[in-house]
């Protein structure tokens, strides 16, 4: 499935049981280029285990890469989703990833464009979370 924004092959996901009232959909899809993130209507045809090396060799995978992409798609509008920004972060440390090293490596990668801008988001997601 190619990325509506950037045309790069999307990483598609199903979205474990405990974040799908956070995510409101059963899976999604990431794009490794520009981070956008999509809801998908059928997780039927999804393996269990995405790979999200793809987009960065650190990103995690499981249910803590899961919760990070999840977090991606809610860092264009912190404000509005500061409630599940926070709940994401907190489920993705406590399944063992480094959320702010894992987004660290995003800004630092040259094979990531995000389509917004994580380097500021990062610095106030680091107010929040700290």
Known sequence: MACPNCGADQILFVIPA???SIADSDAAAICPHCLAVDPLEDSAEIGADADFS???A???DGEPGVAIALILVRLDSLALHRQSVVELFDYAEANGADVFLTLDRLIESDSVEPWFD???RRSQLDAWVQ
């Open 54 to 56: 793809a987009i960065e």
């Open 118 to 120: 994580l380097a500021r």
């Open 58 to 60: 650190s990103f995690p």
């Open 18 to 20: 405990d974040l799908r």
